[in-house]
């Protein structure tokens, strides 16, 4: 049972190169989250996705964008990256938003050089 | 809007000690509050989780947090550290309007002193 899982692990971009971080899940969830994480500053909402067909903003939307392709998918893309988007991004899901627990996946670190 | 602030970036205990880790939360609706726990290059994991039962709430590993609605605080305790504690702890808020996405604190990175 994979449960959540993030692609690829580890990115190394050059500023203005773009790229799309993968997550895919196999708990039949309805919800999917993408978080960045940042030393001091804790997980911050990128974008989410209550259910299939619908994303919304989270507190750090600029310079993402991100397609839930079907129930199981949900990708985050960076168009032109920059330093400032080096960071550590994780991938949740949870059977519904609000009241329930979210898993997440393992990771993945990028730098944007 | 929701927010967590986690007291202490940083907390070293002796094992065998006391563990306590400090959450306040800022909500103006009824919150579900969890401590998640990260391992050194790992995703996070759920401790525990208050959703409006019971306000003493007990998690995995010997974990336990106690929900006081009056302080708008969600400690987390454990009576005696164990060197496998060390991590870094999170705690979040969500609630059933609005955004209904976690909200983490900044995050509590706890040392275990042999």
């Known amino acids: 049972n994979a449960g959540v899982t993030q692609t690829p692990k580890f990115q190394v971009l050059k500023t203005g190169q773009s790229m799309t971080l993968q997550c895919a899940q196999d708990?039949?969830?309805?919800?999917m989250y993408w978080y960045r994480q940042d030393p001091g500053m804790g997980l911050r909402l990128i974008y989410y996705?209550?259910?299939?067909?619908?994303?919304d903003k989270g507190e750090v939307p600029n310079g993402y964008n991100v397609s839930r392709l079907n129930k199981r998918e949900f990708s985050l893309r960076l168009e032109s990256a920059a330093p400032s988007q080096t960071s550590v991004y994780f991938c949740?899901?949870?059977?519904?938003?609000?009241?329930?627990?979210?898993?997440f996946g393992q990771g993945t670190r990028l730098t944007v050089v | 809007a929701q927010s967590v602030t986690q007291l202490g970036s940083h907390v070293s205990v002796s094992e065998g000690a006391l563990v306590l880790l400090r959450c306040n939360y800022s909500?103006?609706?009824?919150?579900?509050l969890f401590w998640y726990v990260q391992y050194p290059n790992q995703g996070l994991q759920l401790l525990l989780k208050?959703?409006?039962?019971?306000?003493l709430v007990k998690g995995i590993n010997g974990f336990e947090a106690e929900f006081k609605k009056s302080e708008t605080s969600f400690h987390l305790t454990k009576p005696s550290a164990h060197m496998s504690d060390a991590a870094e702890y999170f705690c979040?808020?969500?609630?059933?309007?609005?955004?209904?996405?976690?909200?983490f604190g900044s995050g509590t990175r706890l040392q275990v002193q042999p």
């Open positions: 979040a808020v969500t609630s059933d309007t609005g955004r209904r996405a976690l909200t």
């Open positions: 996705s209550a259910s299939e067909g619908t994303t």
């Open positions: 909500s103006s609706v009824p919150p579900y």
């Open positions: 708990m039949n969830h309805n919800s």
């Open positions: 208050y959703t409006s039962a019971a306000t």
């Open positions: 949740a899901t949870s059977f519904k938003t609000g009241n329930t627990e979210a898993f």
